[in-house]
Every structure is written in structure tokens, then in C-alpha cells.
């Protein structure tokens, strides 16, 4: 079993930056492709980006060349680098674990707001 934890959220500026990161306990870190998703407010859950176990990324249109996934399995963490925000980008922000065999996780959120 794995505990996701996430962190980084809060209130930005347009254009502004923001790093989210989400640890992960358990036995087991590597061998899970983790994802970001977001959830707005009268809004269904969408993925943001997603990284492979072996490191292949992939990303929603919307947040391409803007948001960066990655992961440092030696840390047990998964990262989401957040550039150029806008106000459309606001949202709760849930970290995803997923494994065939191992099953499938999910943080409790963190909230990011852009505003000025």
C-alpha cells in the first residue's frame, strides 16, 4: 500500500510559478507511473500530466510548455514544476499512484489559486 502526501499549493500571481511535489510511503515507489490531476470547482477531474516508471512523460494541451512532471525514485517523490500560471489553472491538485498488480492511489489534494 502507498500514503501520497502533496504540498507546494497556494495563491500566485498570473504568470507566476509554483513547484507541487507529493511523497509517497510505502515499500514499493518506483515501479508506479504517477500522475497529476486537477479538479476545479463544478468541474470533473482531469489529468495534468503523468511520468512512466521509466520516466516517459506525457501532458494535457492545455499545460503544455508550461508544466513539468517528474520523479526522483530515490526520494519517493513525484514533482509537478508549474510556469507561466493562469487563472484557469486554479484548482485542487491530486497526486495518482497506479500499478497493475499493486493497485491505485490517490493523495488528498492540494489547492493552487491564481489570482491577482
Known amino acids: 500500500q502507498v500514503q501520497l502526501v502533496e504540498s507546494g499549493g497556494g495563491l500566485v500571481q498570473p504568470g507566476g510559478s509554483l513547484r507541487l511535489s507529493c511523497a509517497a510511503s510505502g515499500s514499493f515507489f518506483a515501479p508506479y507511473a504517477m500522475a497529476w490531476y486537477r479538479q476545479a470547482p463544478g468541474k470533473e477531474r482531469e489529468l495534468v500530466a503523468s511520468?512512466?516508471?521509466?520516466?516517459?512523460?506525457n501532458s494535457a494541451d492545455s499545460v503544455k510548455g508550461r508544466f513539468t512532471i517528474s520523479r526522483d525514485n530515490a526520494k519517493k517523490t513525484v514533482y509537478l514544476q508549474m510556469n507561466t500560471l493562469k487563472p484557469e489553472d486554479t484548482a485542487v491538485y491530486y497526486c495518482?499512484?497506479?500499478?497493475?498488480?499493486?493497485?491505485?492511489?490517490w493523495g488528498q489534494g492540494t489547492q493552487v489559486t491564481v489570482s491577482s
Open positions: 495518482k499512484a497506479e500499478h497493475y498488480h499493486l493497485g491505485t492511489y
Open positions: 511520468i512512466t516508471s521509466s520516466g516517459s512523460t
